[in-house]
């Protein structure tokens, strides 16, 4: 489907084609990063078809931001800011699809709770980072995605957030503690 | 890698027992996220589908930019030719003679003013 030729070629020389109309280079773009952008989202989200829609905006947005992006940055930050902003606002519409139609006790946003149904065994290992992460407030699940997922540094999980160094660190030593006892109760 | 291994070498991690590169590793492997058979393709079409309206959304960015830097360089433009014969005319670049009052007298000024 997609030219061997770009298999190879770096990440300007493919934008500067996409920019040029050329679909091929803009497939491999998207073949290149879609593992990426997955697990952002994914992690983010859980793994269900809403998350691949969000993957697709995620494509399409760069698409259409092509023209804005100038190489300062390296193109994998780039798609990354963008599949955090997209996820984030799809969570952020999610708390107020719930907080319209469900009433809840307290004002912390927990979509999934841990499910408690302890007989039934899970050996699928994706299903239970799903459920950990999924259990987590999504402040403290977006840093854990990006440390643990991703593998970024804390300064680079800073810069794709947008947030300062000491926040990220502050939340993550908090996502960390609750990871942990989240994992220990699944 | 299954569940139960997952979970005790993501403890392991936040206990900073295991590096945090190495946990990246497994679970990227183990997990393996990724979207649905046939994403490329969809975002392909969806993106082909848009394609006129993005490509005159380009072209429109474009002309507007294109325009806007015709319009300031012909303002600046204007304004130096302006400053440039205010000067030859009057000598100076002072406030009076942007106003065209260099030549008159305070008191003249206060008689077409105030009519006395």
């Known amino acids: 489907m997609i030219k061997e030729s770009y298999r190879e070629v770096e990440d300007d020389i493919l934008v500067k084609a996409a920019l040029n109309g050329d679909k091929d280079a803009f497939g491999e773009i998207v073949s290149r990063y879609r ?9 983010m989200l859980g793994d269900s078809a809403f998350a691949d829609d969000i993957g697709q905006e995620v494509f399409i947005k760069l698409y259409k931001s092509l023209p804005e992006f100038r190489g300062e940055a390296k193109l994998s930050t780039y798609i990354q800011k963008i599949a955090v902003n997209l996820t984030l606002n799809e969570i952020k519409r999610r708390k107020r699809f719930f907080s ?10 927990h979509e999934f709770d841990i499910p408690d149904n302890g007989d039934e065994k899970r050996n699928d290992a994706r299903e239970t980072v799903n459920m950990a992460l999924m259990a987590l ?40 503690e609750q990871l942990k006892e989240i994992l220990k109760k699944l | 890698m299954n569940s139960s291994e997952i979970r005790k070498l993501i403890i392991s991690s936040l206990e900073n027992e295991t590096d945090n590169s190495i946990v990246t590793s497994e679970l990227q492997e183990s997990l393996s996220y990724d979207f649905s058979e046939g994403f490329e393709e969809t ?11 993005v490509k005159r959304q380009f072209e429109f ?9 015709r319009i300031a360089f012909t303002g600046a433009a204007a304004i130096v030719i302006l400053l440039i014969s205010l000067f030859l005319k009057e000598g100076s670049l002072s406030f009076d003679s942007l106003l065209g009052v260099s030549d008159s007298y305070s008191e003249s000024i206060i008689c077409l003013l105030t009519g006395k």
């Open chain 1, 35 to 43: 593992k990426m952008v997955a697990r952002t989202v994914k992690g």
């Open chain 1, 137 to 176: 407030d999504p402040r403290f699940r977006i840093i854990v995605t990006m440390r643990m997922l991703q593998g970024y540094s804390t300064k680079e999980t800073a810069e794709i957030l947008d947030l300062p160094l000491g926040t990220v660190l502050s939340r993550l030593s908090r996502a960390q």
């Open chain 2, 61 to 69: 960015d474009r002309s507007f930019n294109l325009a806007f830097y």
């Open chain 1, 100 to 109: 319209m139609f469900l009433q809840k006790g307290n004002n912390e946003l």
């Open chain 2, 43 to 53: 975002v392909l079409e969806r993106i082909f589908a848009l394609e006129p309206v």
